[in-house]
């Protein structure tokens, strides 16, 4: 399992995908692969982080280790592989139960891992077009009531 070490990496993975969490706040982006798919290390990267609003230093480094155990033991497997992440530790952290913690992490990487499926390209379903008569301009699918003088034109009258 590799490391996010420099800042310029944790500040490409904040503008990415945030899943919160009662511990931490999960932040995810897909690895751009300069040199073409399948020539990079593809295995997941994870970076670990507490700001200093949180307690003192024993505390933040409390933190982390929990994050980074909670990562070795399951967190590794589920993984998207390609994605780095960022773990934002919060005081949440030290109160929660190891097995919690765990769980928690599990379900924001699904979470994650859905955020960064490519999107389906989906159909509109057909409207019954042929149904209605509609004049340049109208909303699709608005029907224009008859005349009470005579068939429907598409003219309109000129607004000035």
Same mark, same amino acid.
């Given at each position: 399992? =590799?490391?996010?070490?420099?800042?310029?990496?944790?500040?490409?993975?904040?503008?990415?995908?945030? !899943?919160?969490?009662?511990?931490?706040?999960?932040? =995810?982006? #897909?690895?751009?692969?300069?040199? @073409?798919?399948? $020539?990079?290390?593809?295995?997941?990267?994870?970076?670990?982080?507490?700001?200093?609003?949180?307690?003192?230093?024993?505390?933040?480094?409390?933190?982390?280790?929990?994050?980074?155990?909670?990562? #070795?033991?399951?967190?590794?497997?589920?993984?998207?592989?390609?994605?780095?992440?960022?773990?934002?530790?919060?005081?949440?952290?030290? /109160?929660?139960?190891?097995?919690?913690?765990?769980?928690?992490?599990? @379900?924001?990487?699904?979470?994650?891992?859905?955020?960064?499926?490519?999107? %389906?390209?989906? !159909?509109?379903?057909? !409207?019954?077009?042929?149904?209605?008569? $509609?004049?340049?301009?109208? %909303?699709?699918?608005?029907?224009?009531?008859? =005349?009470?003088?005579?068939?429907?034109? /598409?003219?309109?009258?000129?607004?000035?």
């Amino acid at each position: 399992m =590799s490391r996010l070490k420099k800042r310029a990496e944790f500040l490409k993975v904040a503008r990415g995908a945030r !899943t919160p969490r009662r511990g931490f706040l999960l932040q =995810s982006i #897909r690895r751009d692969d300069p040199a @073409g798919p399948g $020539t990079a290390d593809t295995a997941p990267r994870f970076g670990y982080t507490v700001t200093k609003k949180i307690g003192n230093a024993v505390e933040r480094n409390r933190i982390r280790r929990r994050l980074r155990e909670a990562v #070795r033991l399951a967190g590794a497997e589920v993984a998207e592989p390609g994605i780095d992440y960022v773990l934002v530790g919060r005081q949440g952290a030290l /109160s929660l139960g190891f097995a919690e913690l765990t769980a928690d992490l599990l @379900g924001a990487l699904r979470a994650a891992r859905k955020a960064h499926r490519p999107a %389906r390209a989906t !159909t509109a379903p057909q !409207t019954g077009a042929a149904d209605h008569e $509609t004049a340049p301009g109208d %909303r699709p699918g608005a029907a224009i009531p008859p =005349s009470p003088t005579g068939p429907a034109t /598409s003219e309109r009258p000129n607004d000035g």
